[in-house]
């Protein structure tokens, strides 16, 4: 968040994959903002007034509101379109919504029901954690995603447009883009894949290099940008995780 007058609201618990999508776009783009935590779970009327699908996050301003984190990122582009977060190449960019479509939907159900086990239900609803359903997700559910990211999104092909910035590499430019122009040049589709597995570095799951190398890759060059990095900080650091632990566990 910058010192200028705040352009909106977005509302949602940071811990949400969807709100940490958004809160990279607008960090990427400088867009000056107030942040309100709504947990999913404990939705006022006046929230619920704001978010007919009853979901995190939404983009509020005083004449509108806007609900839907892919919504919500098109908008910012449109709002203030340098810099981008969208290739402008057309097979690039419809591949990247694609992208982002998927991590919104087949990575996050892969990924969040192991981050709300170990840190929803024992520190927020004060539960015990099914710890055999999170080996469950993570024997049969997270590894045929990952197997997918790694040799489809992460490898140039048909269903990857050859443009994009994260494709060639694993994305280790993302971060020597970033780090040399100190801002952007992260696109819409990596940071919606990043964002769903920082929930599982959270909680010790690492992605495993032996396995997965251009996914390890792709998430290490992704932590140390400069604009993800801060947010992940602060949210480690909120959830008492040290760094040295989410790369140590797995
Ligand atoms: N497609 C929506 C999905 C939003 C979503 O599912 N948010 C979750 C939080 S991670 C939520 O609010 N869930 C509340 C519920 O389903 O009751 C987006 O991209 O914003």
Redesign the pocket.
């Known amino acids: 968040m910058t010192d200028a007058a705040p352009e909106g609201i977005l509302h949602?618990?940071v811990?949400?994959?969807?709100?940490r999508?958004?809160r990279v776009v607008l960090a990427a783009k400088g867009i000056a903002h107030r942040h309100v935590s709504?947990m999913?779970?404990a939705?006022d009327e006046e929230f619920l007034a704001i978010?007919p699908?009853?979901?995190?996050?939404v983009w509020e301003e005083p004449d509108f509101v806007l609900?839907?984190?892919?919504?919500?990122c098109a908008y910012l582009e449109r709002r203030v379109p340098s810099p981008s977060v969208y290739p402008a190449d057309a097979r690039a960019f419809a591949s990247s919504l694609f992208w982002e479509e998927y991590a919104?939907?087949r990575l996050?159900d892969a990924c969040?029901p192991i981050f709300y086990e170990r840190v929803v239900r024992p520190h927020v609803l004060r539960q015990t954690g099914n710890e055999e359903l999170v080996q469950r997700q993570l024997e049969e559910v997270v590894p045929p995603v990952f197997d997918q990211l790694e040799a489809l999104y992460l490898t140039p092909g048909r269903l990857r447009a050859a443009s994009s910035p994260s494709s060639a590499s694993g994305g280790a430019e993302i971060a020597a883009a970033g780090e040399a122009r100190g801002t952007a040049a992260i696109e819409i589709s990596a940071i919606a894949v990043w964002s769903p597995i920082v929930n599982l570095e959270h909680v010790g799951v690492v992605v495993d290099p032996a396995r997965w190398p251009r996914l390890a890759r792709f998430m290490e060059a992704m932590n140390v940008h400069p604009l993800t990095r801060p947010i992940v900080a602060k949210e480690r650091a909120a959830l008492g995780v040290r760094a040295a632990d989410a790369a140590d566990a797995s």
């Open positions: 949602g618990v811990f949400a994959p969807y709100v999508k958004v709504v999913p779970g939705m978010s699908m009853r979901k995190v996050p609900p839907d984190s892919s919504a919500i919104d939907t996050v969040e």
